[in-house]
């Protein structure tokens, strides 16, 4: 059963392993520059452009995990049911559940390997960084939560081709399902982990700098409001002349939840992740027992 289930998906695996690991070692070439990497934003000639490239790149590796979803979770069983190719192996004294449990662990344990060693690849190209920018601006693509997000979204995939039983429905189904919940979790449970902290700081200069300089780089930031003299709140700040300057209230998380927050995200991935293999599982047997 491995064996078949290798021969079926390799091609996919292979294509993934290619994404993955060929980025990955852009980032270690560029790694050798060590603390030159913090010159990203700025440097235009030398390596330094090859560390700009590799920052670039992963702007566009932000959908990733839903492109496991897609290609790697959803036709796992969609297909297998579209073409009625599953009947074959059950006929072979194969159950349902050892074969979807043969398919998951194979392909789940591939895509889990894979993204974690990009992951810490990746941490590691980024890490020079982390002084001045703190690991919160690479929050969605660090370990443990980005191998997490891509089971679940392989996970998802798998769920909506038992369900749907076509391919490109589950593939729909788990652009849009997973998509939705990365927005959800970025936007709405995120910023919620943990009771946010406040800081109040003097829009007028202080010791030569400006009071509304952001200086919360290493942060979580979630946002500001501004309070005047009388006691009132806007998003703006407008005082006149003479009238004392309003005051910044930052609202943020500090730097050192950020891997607390990294376990409480891949906890709830993994939750879901167990919750559609469950429902894969129970969906299989109930329609075809």
Not at 74 to 87: G, I, M, W
Not at 172 to 195: C, D, H, I, K, S
């Amino acid at each position: 059963m491995t064996w078949l289930t290798w021969r079926q998906h390799r091609l996919g695996l292979a294509g993934f392993a290619v994404v993955f690991l060929g980025v990955a070692a852009i980032y270690l070439f560029s790694g050798s520059l060590g603390a030159d990497a913090s010159t990203v934003y700025t440097a235009a000639y030398g390596f330094s452009r090859l560390v700009k490239f590799g920052e670039d790149v992963s702007s566009f590796l932000l959908p990733l995990p839903l492109l496991v979803g897609m290609f790697a979770g959803a036709p796992l069983v969609s297909r297998e049911l579209e073409q009625n190719t599953f009947r074959y192996a059950w006929t072979q004294g194969v159950s349902r559940s050892h074969w979807l449990c043969g398919k998951v662990l194979l392909v789940g344990a591939a895509v889990l390997v894979l993204s974690t060693t990009f992951s810490l690849v990746h941490m590691s190209w980024f890490a020079p960084m982390v002084p001045e920018m703190g690991w919160f601006k690479f929050f969605n693509q660090s370990v443990p939560a980005f191998p997490m997000s891509c089971l679940f979204t392989f996970a998802l995939g798998v769920a909506a081709g038992t369900l749907l039983k076509r391919t490109v429905p589950a593939m729909a189904a788990t652009l849009f399902g997973g998509g939705a919940v990365f927005v959800v979790m970025a936007w709405l449970l995120r910023p919620n982990y943990m009771e946010p902290m406040t800081l109040a700081r003097p829009l007028e200069p202080v010791d030569g700098q400006s009071g509304s300089e952001d200086v919360l780089n290493d942060v979580y930031y979630l946002g500001a409001v501004f309070r005047d003299s009388s006691g009132g709140t806007g998003s703006s700040a407008v005082w006149g002349e003479g009238e004392p300057a309003p005051v910044s209230i930052v609202t943020y998380h500090p730097a050192d939840r950020f891997w607390s927050f990294q376990f409480i995200e891949a906890g709830i991935y993994l939750a879901l992740t167990i919750a559609c293999l469950a429902l894969a599982f129970y969906w299989l047997r109930r329609k075809f027992s």
